[in-house]
């Protein structure tokens, strides 16, 4: 297969299993599963199997002691909070919605850059940023069943999160191996929520085989598979297209949701989730395109 095609297909096999997390975790949470101890387990054994599989591959786990602060607020800070508020939002609202706000990143990203680097907000962006602003506007705005605000602002909130994450980790990454940072970001984050759920005497691991099968998922194909063929593909097409081809993630988690879980969009929803991902696409490609600018100049 060509490499370009094959690059494609890793891209989206790692958007297929991003997207179905939150259905993993809905079936969890029937399973009796609660966040605390889901997300403790999840990045607990993700860090275990990252640390066997850099192990036999013999790579070099050092790191300095400004990254390895660095790791530490990516993951016990930074992805701890993002892994909350999502996994909390899919308790309250339906998947699909839940990660169609996750996907309005890019934009929260950009007026990151804005605030912190002075990047320039071009008219496109701006044109870019109101229009997903009204496609969430046409989404939440019609009937989707009772929409719960806590769920809905948990989902927002891991969105924000989830950008100031993207936005420092690009620049661990150039310094730090991706595999290697995740198996920090991971084992921070594990070591974070044990600390909360001792402290708040939330860990229980009493719950039913349905939530074990379910955090099983979560490990192996939605955090493991997910990021290795994500970066891998990323090698292959770059990580500008990788981030577009990534927009199939929400649309995936609405099919899921709308076979397993009956969750249906309305017409106008419908058009409200195309100004979504459109949005994030301009941006998304607008930021590639400056990148290249200045790599060519």
Not at 42 to 58: P, V, W
Not at 110 to 132: M, N, P, Q
Not at 149 to 176: D, E, H, K, P, T
Not at 248 to 256: M, W
Request: hydrophobic letters at 55%; proline letters at 2%.
């Amino acid at each position: 297969m060509n490499p370009y095609y094959f690059g494609v297909l890793l891209v989206a096999l790692s958007a297929t299993g991003f997207g179905i997390m939150p259905i993993f975790a809905k079936f969890a949470y029937q399973g009796g599963a609660d966040v605390t101890t889901l997300l403790c387990l999840r990045f607990a054994l993700a860090g275990l199997l990252f640390f066997i599989y850099l192990k036999s591959k013999r790579a070099n786990l050092h790191v300095s002691r400004k990254h390895l602060l660095a790791l530490f607020l990516l993951g016990g800070v930074g992805y701890t909070l993002q892994s909350i508020s999502y996994f909390t939002a899919v308790k309250f609202i339906p998947a699909s919605l839940v990660a169609l706000l996750l996907y309005t990143f890019p934009i929260f990203v950009t007026i990151l850059a804005f605030l912190l680097d002075r990047e320039k907000l071009t008219k496109k962006v701006i044109g870019a940023i109101f229009l997903s602003i009204l496609g969430l506007m046409l989404v939440m705005g019609t009937n989707f069943g009772e929409l719960n605000m806590i769920g809905i602002l948990y989902a927002c909130a891991a969105a924000v999160v989830y950008a100031g994450y993207v936005f420092f980790s690009n620049r661990v990454l150039q310094q730090v191996q991706p595999m290697v940072a995740s198996l920090y970001i991971s084992a921070f984050a594990a070591l974070t929520l044990v600390m909360m759920g001792m402290s708040t005497d939330s860990l229980q691991l009493g719950f039913e085989w349905k939530a074990w099968a379910a955090l099983i998922g979560i490990v192996l194909i939605s955090t493991m598979m997910s990021m290795l063929t994500l970066f891998q593909g990323m090698k292959l097409v770059g990580s500008t297209r990788a981030s577009v081809i990534s927009m199939i993630e929400p649309l995936l988690t609405i099919g899921f949701s709308a076979m397993l879980f009956g969750e249906r969009l309305t017409m106008i929803q419908g058009l409200g989730v195309a100004a979504v991902l459109a949005g994030a696409m301009i941006v998304v490609g607008l930021q590639g395109q400056k990148s290249q600018e200045s790599v060519g100049g």
